[in-house]
């Protein structure tokens, strides 16, 4: 660590017959005497006399330096290592040390040593030992304060030998302050990106909330366009009489489509008359028809024609009954009371062979020649709308129970077109958040198998929400087909106990309100595992409409009669609506009893 320091000055024979040295030559150095068997005497650091010397046992004289020693040392070859056993510190220490007065110089030639150096060293390594294990490589200042505190007072070492004056300083070594500074740099430029990254997600909210606000406007802008231009864009002359207010400078445009509309009509109504004509001709010689009937059979095969080939001569017979104004999604009263001798007995679960009906509008029915009510003319084409909402937080058994019956209610619906047609299937996974599995489609053999994945959570708001959202849109996309839409039924499936509380319910009036959310649809609860009855009783539309698994049943059970009573009820109703009968019947699934007869 350090030079060796001899203490031991000088080293000469004590003389006998001349006259030699009798006294030290500075007064900082201890005379020693020493005998030719080895006994030290110091005559407190004074030499002998000259006659004391002649006559004098003492063969060898030392002189002994008592001056202070300072010196700086590091602890390079026993580092001490931090709290993770891997970093270590570098410890430099200053340290001061003597002879301890002349009994001190005496017991330092007693020893024969030279060096102090590693009686000092060996007594700080002892004692700053394993220090080191209870700081942290980025607690250096603590470590310090800590050493300093243990040689802070003056210690004795043997042999005749002080020390005081301790002074530590400790800094991590370099591998360790590589490291400290890689974390210090990395904390910078975390901080740096922290606040560089509040202007910036400042500024795309700004920048959101005004897309938002220009976005909000343009479809005002468009909404009323559309309102204001509802009446004139039915025909090709209010398409044309709408760009010519569009395009007020362009009149010359405008009067070039009009032309070329006539053109194209009188273009197709003299197809229609030569097709006409040729059809007439054909039946008149192969004597199909009269004389008398040629005027009327004649309009009405052109307007056929017409209607064939694209043209605008219509029947002059009545026009097919239309759709009553009143469209089965606006009709308020879809389900009838229960009456008290309808309702089943609390003390009973619910069977088949009386089970809840839900009974959806018909097409009106008109009175016949003896004053009863005729069956309906035209059966009903309407298209019922059907969402599945399965908790995926269940364990693994259960989804693969849910799964196989998704694929079989997949397979069932692919393989009856009829069926499959009067229904839009739309199928989502329920957990922290509400994942869409199957988009609102007519299942097809194209038509991918909806797959449920397990995922932890349980949020019954984000469900409800999504709902809101995907119903609106979705029935607004299927009236634009031209198509009587029911209101739609959701199964909701629940294994477990929300998130939040009772926080969801908000979300959920905002569903089912009728009188705020007019694609308000009919909720079906089905509790299984820790599902809470309350729950499911309150999630279900009516009383009739919730379910409970029986206590004692196995989850997987309870989620394979789930599965069943899906595919079963989802495929009885699709037969019923290909077959014009709108009206749904609800069997509860084996096992499970009303959800309000469990609590």
């Known amino acids: 660590m350090n030079q060796p320091v001899s203490l031991i000055v000088s080293q000469s024979a004590v003389p006998r017959l001349a006259v030699g040295p009798t006294k030290a030559r500075e007064p900082y150095l201890a005379v020693v005497y020493a005998t030719a068997v080895g006994e030290v005497a110091c005559f407190d650091g004074r030499p002998l006399r000259t006659g004391q010397q002649f006559f ?329 709308l059907i969402y599945l909402v399965i908790d995926e937080s269940l364990d693994d058994d259960c989804l693969d129970e849910l799964n196989r019956g998704l694929a079989a209610l997949h397979s069932a619906l692919a393989g009856a077109p009829a069926v499959s047609a009067a229904l839009r299937l739309c199928v989502l996974g329920m957990a922290a958040g509400t994942e869409m599995r199957l988009p609102l489609d007519t299942v097809l053999p194209s038509t991918r198998t909806p797959i449920l994945a397990g995922r932890q959570g349980l949020s019954y708001e984000q469900a409800f929400r999504m709902l809101q959202a995907l119903l609106r849109q979705d029935v607004a996309l299927v009236k634009t087909q031209r198509a009587q839409v029911l209101r739609p039924i959701v199964f909701f499936l629940s294994g477990g106990v929300p998130e939040g509380g009772d926080g969801w319910q908000d979300a959920y009036r905002e569903l089912v309100d009728q009188g705020g959310n007019p694609v308000a649809p009919h909720l079906i609860a089905l509790g299984l595992g820790r599902a809470q009855a309350r729950a499911v009783r309150t999630v279900a539309t009516r009383p009739e409409f919730g379910f409970m698994a029986a206590p004692h049943q196995d989850v997987a059970s309870a989620a394979h009669s789930c599965a069943a009573f899906l595919r079963d009820t989802i495929i009885a109703y699709g037969q019923r609506l290909s077959s014009g009968d709108p009206q749904f019947s609800l069997v509860p699934p084996d096992g499970f009893r009303m959800a309000e007869d469990a609590f």
């Open 56 to 384: 004098s046992k003492y063969r060898m004289r030392y002189e002994v330096d008592m001056r202070q020693q300072h010196r700086t040392a590091v602890l390079g070859q026993n580092p001490l290592v931090s709290r993770d056993g891997v970093h270590a510190f570098e410890v430099t220490i200053s340290f001061t040390f003597r002879v301890a007065g002349w009994q001190g110089a005496e017991e330092w030639v007693r020893s024969g040593l030279q060096d102090p150096l590693p009686i000092v060293h060996g007594h700080l390594n002892s004692r700053f030992h394993a220090a080191g294990q209870s700081f942290g490589i980025d607690d250096s200042f603590g470590l310090q304060r800590h050493l300093n505190q243990l040689c802070a007072a003056s210690e004795s070492l043997d042999p005749g030998l002080v020390m005081d004056g301790c002074r530590v300083s400790v800094r991590p070594d370099a591998k360790s302050l590589t490291y400290l500074e890689m974390l210090i740099e990395a904390e910078w430029e975390e901080n740096i990106g922290a606040a560089r990254h509040r202007p910036k997600s400042g500024g795309a909210h700004r920048e959101g909330e005004l897309k938002a606000i220009e976005q909000t406007y343009e479809i005002q802008a468009t909404q009323r366009q559309a309102a204001a231009f509802s009446d004139m864009i039915a025909n090709s002359e209010g398409l044309i009489r709408h760009y010519l207010i569009t395009h007020p400078n362009d009149a010359a445009g405008a009067f070039e489509m009009s032309r070329q509309l006539e053109e194209a009509r009188a273009t197709t109504d003299e197809l229609q008359n030569q097709r006409a004509l040729a059809l007439f001709q054909v039946m008149a010689d192969k004597g199909l028809i009269q004389a008398g009937d040629l005027d009327l059979l004649r309009q009405q095969l052109t307007g056929q024609v017409g209607q064939a080939t694209g043209g605008h001569v219509t029947l002059s017979a009545a026009a097919p009954p239309q759709l009553p104004g009143a469209r089965p999604w606006d009709a308020t009263a879809q389900l009838p009371p229960a009456s008290p001798q309808q309702a089943p007995d609390a003390a009973a679960p619910v069977t088949p062979s009386a089970p809840p009906t839900v009974t959806a509008p018909v097409m009106p029915t008109a009175p016949s020649a003896s004053g009863t009510t005729a069956a309906p003319a035209t059966a009903f084409s309407g298209v019922a």
